[in-house]
């Protein structure tokens, strides 16, 4: 990737790509400029002097070469502006596509727990909108506004030779212009910044309700996000307005000043040609070069407005570059033999709930474990710790190593594989996405025949049914879960993990995937995130997360049960009594806290709490078990 340097000194901003042609068309970019600039004050001079020859009644050959001059100019105007106009689109989009590149890739190493508190499209919207904004005011802004206070000087010192009392009518009239943009800059640079907040966020809410059509057409809630866009709507509406109030003052009142300057300079001048003290053909050039003067100073106050919304645009940024990014180790491995969470607690938010709290356990290579526990009982959460997604108090170590010093991205990329519950299909290419080394359908299906997985993905005709298109589309859940699941085993991890791997699949493929997990076991730690008993008979160890503790169940018992959406209220516990994951129910009695008959399905007051087949005890009393049935071990503190 290109690199680029952010350089600013206080109010200056300066955005320039190293690379040799980007230093030459920026380069080529100031000289075209410069050319228009002179070609702007010569131009005014030359139409003067072919006015004088008109009104002394020169011979035609003097008024023919003026008419040369003046087209030739003309020509050459024509040419520069072309040029310019080239040169600058090619600038300004390898610029902005740099600047939007260097900033996507610090973003993606961003702390996870950061990128999550933003919308997508809103990042991407901002990224974008501020790259652009800060290309065009360098280019079209900041370097425009050096040439034309160049422009500026130029026609002020012609004035001064020229015309004393125009040149002391410009120099009082030009503070003006300077006051009332430092009266507005201010309030112009908090309108502009609010704009492109509350655009993004416009946007951003739109592109989310269409990524969610389905959805939303399935449920009809037409009207309930519509009432949301239109909410976010109205505030954008309201910050365009205010800022357009505010920037058509400030324009106004450098109109009106300018209006007030050509009346007095129409006044002073005519008077001056009545009398003979002025030509009329000096008169036409000092008229237009005054108008060049006035609306350069106009352009270079105009500049402070842009300045304000480039600033607006800079400071986010900043904010964004200034963003740590993930705190990566130096250490690599080739092999995990065991992953150790050591009193592991987690919130999302420093004041609130740990939902993962004082965990302590050991996965071992060789073994396949199950994690269960109610929706939003935080066991995604848990994976993310140990893949190093989320900061977590405590220690994580693979192989006795501390992941403060691991380079977790080296050893995700590498040794881990992670099959989320519905996996997204991020590659356009379905090849792509079964592996993103881009290697070809023959050779993907010899690894997968090479592994006996070819019975498993459905047929040798997958592939080459879909090879066709280069777009997925028409991919069904089940085959995405299939390509998820296959992507996972052909990199041949040492930590597989796999994340509701049933939810999608058909019996068979159950079973056949159960086959491949079992084969391999002693290859990898496995991990499953399982709600189904589709693979109880395979697990070594399973675990039940619940209140943010993590409960081992007995292997030789069926850790399996069904999980509500969600808990009634916790019972308090009295100090030192253990948690018990099943009532047992006293015989002919109804529990005084359950209803005597069956709610409806889908009656909140129908949750309870998660029950397991076996009790638990703490690990602290090894010896001494519940009088009801085995125990199971309580592995968090």
Same mark, same amino acid.
């Given at each position: ?36 600039? *002179? ?16 009104? =002394? ?8 070469? @003026? ?46 727990? =950061? ?26 802004? #900041? ?44 309030? /112009?640079?908090?309108?502009? =910044? ?5 655009? %993004? ?38 910050? /365009? ?19 007030? #300057? ?51 645009? #800079? ?58 526990? @109610? ?81 498993? *993905? ?81 697990? %070594? ?5 619940? %209140? ?50 069956? =709610? ?5 007051? %129908? ?8 009790? @638990? ?21």
């Amino acid at each position: 990737m290109e690199r680029i340097d952010l350089i600013y000194a206080g109010d200056n901003i300066l955005c320039m790509e190293k690379t040799e042609c980007c230093r030459i068309r920026f380069l080529f970019s100031v000289f075209l400029l410069l050319a228009t600039a *002179l070609l702007s004050i010569i131009s005014p001079i030359l139409m003067g002097n072919y006015i004088e020859a008109l009104t =002394k009644k020169t011979d035609s050959a003097n008024i023919v070469t @003026c008419v040369i001059i003046l087209t030739i100019s003309w020509l050459i105007g024509v040419v520069l502006t072309y040029v310019t106009s080239v040169n600058s689109t090619h600038l300004k989009t390898r610029l902005t596509y740099s600047i939007s590149l260097h900033l996507l890739n610090h973003t993606e190493h961003l702390p996870y727990s =950061k990128l999550i508190e933003h919308n997508p499209v809103y990042l991407t919207s901002r990224i974008q909108n501020d790259s652009n904004t800060i290309t065009s005011f360098f280019l079209d802004g #900041f370097i425009g506004m050096i040439v034309q206070a160049l422009l500026c000087i130029t026609v002020l010192i012609f004035l001064f030779n020229s015309s004393r009392p125009i040149f002391w009518l410009v120099m009082i009239t030009l503070p003006i212009y300077f006051l009332i943009y430092k009266n507005f800059s201010q309030r /112009i640079e908090s309108s502009s =910044k609010k704009v492109i907040e509350q655009r %993004d966020k416009f946007f951003g809410e739109m592109n989310h309700q269409l990524r969610n059509i389905h959805t939303i057409k399935a449920n009809v809630w037409y009207t309930i996000l519509f009432s949301l866009l239109k909410g976010e709507f109205e505030i954008f509406y309201k910050s /365009i307005i205010k800022n357009t109030k505010i920037g058509s003052r400030y324009s106004s009142l450098t109109q009106l000043i300018q209006i007030a #300057f050509n009346v007095i300079i129409f006044l002073v001048c005519g008077f001056s040609v009545q009398k003979d003290v002025m030509s009329l053909g000096n008169f036409i050039a000092v008229n237009s070069l005054l108008s060049i003067l006035l609306s350069s100073f106009t352009d270079i106050m105009g500049c402070g407005k842009d300045y304000a919304v480039a600033l607006a645009a #800079f400071s986010r940024i900043v904010g964004l570059e200034s963003t740590a990014e993930e705190r990566i180790g130096s250490l690599k491995m080739d092999a995990i033999h065991e992953v150790s969470f050591e009193k592991v607690s987690f919130s999302h938010s420093e004041q609130g709930e740990n939902l993962i709290n004082q965990v302590s356990v050991k996965f071992k290579k060789g073994e396949i474990y199950q994690i269960i526990g @109610c929706n939003g009982s935080g066991k995604t959460t848990l994976i993310d710790i140990m893949l190093g997604l989320h900061p977590a108090s405590g220690k994580i170590y693979y192989n006795k190593m501390s992941t403060e010093n691991l380079d977790m991205p080296y050893i995700r990329k590498n040794l881990i594989s992670t099959v989320e519950q519905e996996p997204p299909l991020v590659f356009r290419e379905l090849l792509q996405n079964i592996s993103a080394e881009k290697f070809g359908s023959d050779y993907l299906m010899h690894e997968i025949d090479s592994m006996g997985m070819s019975e498993f *993905l459905g047929s040798s005709e997958f592939l080459s049914n879909h090879k066709s298109t280069s777009v997925v589309h028409n991919i069904s859940g089940g085959e995405k879960q299939k390509i998820a699941i296959l992507r996972a085993l052909l990199k041949r991890p040492q930590l597989l993990i796999l994340d509701e791997p049933a939810s999608a699949l058909d019996v068979q493929s159950c079973k056949q995937l159960k086959g491949l997990l079992q084969r391999e076991k002693s290859d990898r730690i496995t991990i499953l995130i399982d709600h189904q008993s589709a693979f109880t008979d395979i697990i %070594d160890v399973a675990y039940l997360l619940q %209140d943010g503790h993590l409960l081992r169940c007995d292997k030789n018992e069926n850790p399996h049960v069904p999980f509500p959406k969600k808990q009634t209220q916790k019972r308090s516990r009295k100090p030192n009594e253990p948690k018990v994951l099943n009532q047992p129910a006293q015989s002919g009695k109804q529990n005084a806290r359950e209803p005597a008959t069956p =709610k409806q399905s889908g009656d909140a007051n %129908d949750y309870k709490k998660p029950q397991c087949t076996q009790k @638990c005890r703490p690990e602290s009393e090894p010896g001494k078990q519940n009088a009801e049935g085995e125990g199971a071990r309580l592995l968090s503190n």
